[in-house]
């Protein structure tokens, strides 16, 4: 099977407390209005001309690529966040660049962070930034806390 390219973006975030690490991860899955697909995790690149859309219903059970930071944490009281920045170049004909970053840090140090990796990231390749946009979810941890930060690709 061949995966087509990407022309569509959206970002969201979600955080929850689970029974279980992996049952506080599916909570913030759907938290994020994704908890029903088939998460692909991808490496760090919007395609060029890829558009942000407001998050939609996708189909249940749909294969979706996603890049994406979480952590997940069973010490009560602790505050986790994870972030994604996504920065988009000048030049459309250029792909985009997508941070990850999650620590045991509140929300503002983790969008510091992300959003420096990002002017890095297109330091790096030499490019100028158009366009930068972040989420982060905070959570402070009640027996198993899962935090998510994703950019999800589609169409």
Known sequence: MIFKTPTKYFL????????????AFDGALFQAGIGNTNI???????????QRIPPIALPPGALVPAAYAVL????????????????LPEDENQNG???EYSAKEERAKIEEIVRN????????????????QTVVSEYRVKKIGAVLAAVVLWG
């Open 12 to 23: 969201v975030s979600g955080a929850s407390d689970g029974y279980t690490p992996m049952n």
């Open 40 to 50: 692909i995790k991808m490496s760090s690149i919007v395609p060029p001309r890829c």
């Open 72 to 87: 997940i944490s069973d010490v009560p009281g602790e505050i986790i966040s994870a972030g994604i920045a996504v920065a």
């Open 97 to 99: 660049l997508i941070m």
């Open 117 to 132: 990796m990002a002017v890095e990231g297109m330091k790096l390749r030499g490019w100028r930034i158009k366009d930068l």
